[in-house]
């Protein structure tokens, strides 16, 4: 809880100078009737409104770019390929899947927002450190958890579209080029784990499928004998203990 606490101040003051802004410009004014009318007219009054439709957007989209720039994406996705290699497509639900996936990502981010906090969210709330400083310590902090587990290809990939020269270093990079090769970077992942999940079960279905079409029983789906074998290896195994600590491990 304490890292979704760190996301939410993040957020926070990454809206705190458009606030600012709005604020200062209305006390260089003559006091006038407060109403929400007045306070969207005239040229202070659109800079307010541009103010508000900015942190709507960027309330709105929040979610999606902290999940696409966290260890959310692989979960999500290898806990989604087990659901389906399994043969039980709704179980578990869609809400303990992404509420484990969630936790398991917060666990994962936890040593980065930790770093965020110390080096940049702190002293920024100490005034130790300006706006500027503290939005390039806390991109850096991101930037590097995501440089470990990005393609250079796919990076590459996002540079030649945008045009951009070869970077010198890491810190070069711009996050309009990392975040998303970093998500393609993790799907790709999580479709060699998917694969490598298919196999055992696939195995499994081939023997039942062959066993009941030498009995003679073909009108019987496979399906229907194969999946408590499934089950029962899937538990014998300890199948959930394996697959999260894989993933887990995958991260460190």
């Known amino acids: 809880m304490k890292a979704v606490v760190i996301i939410l101040v993040v957020i926070s003051l990454s809206l705190a100078p458009l606030c600012a802004a709005a604020k200062n410009g ?7 009737k407060g109403d929400l009318f007045t306070s969207f007219i005239g040229s202070e009054g659109s800079r307010n409104l541009l103010g508000v439709v900015m942190m709507l957007t960027i309330l709105a989209f929040a979610p999606a770019i902290l999940l696409l720039m966290s260890s959310f994406t692989r979960i999500i996705v290898v806990l989604s390929f087990l659901r389906q290699a399994i043969g039980v497509p709704q179980l578990p639900p869609n809400q303990v899947l992404i509420g484990l996936a969630l936790f398991l990502s917060f666990f994962v981010m936890a040593p980065t927002y930790e770093r965020i906090n110390t080096n940049a969210l702190s002293p920024y709330m100490n005034n130790q450190i300006g706006y500027e400083e503290f939005v390039s310590k806390g991109s850096l902090e991101m930037s590097t958890f995501m440089l470990k587990f990005t393609k250079e290809k ?27 090769a970093f998500a393609i970077s993790e799907l790709k992942r999580a479709f060699q784990i998917g694969f490598l999940l298919y196999i055992p079960f696939l195995v499994i279905d081939l023997v039942v499928a062959s066993v009941l079409l030498s009995a003679g029983m073909m009108m019987l789906p496979p399906v229907f004998i194969s999946l408590p074998f499934k089950l029962m290896l899937f538990v014998l195994v300890d199948g959930w203990n394996l697959l999260v600590g894989s993933i887990i491990k995958g991260f460190f």
């Not at 796919?154 to 975040?179: C, T």
């Open 26 to 32: 209305s006390k260089g004014k003559v006091e006038t």
């Open 154 to 180: 796919d990076i590459a990939l996002f540079m030649n579209i945008a045009g951009l020269q070869r970077p010198k270093g890491e810190g070069e990079i711009p996050m309009r080029v990392l975040v998303p």
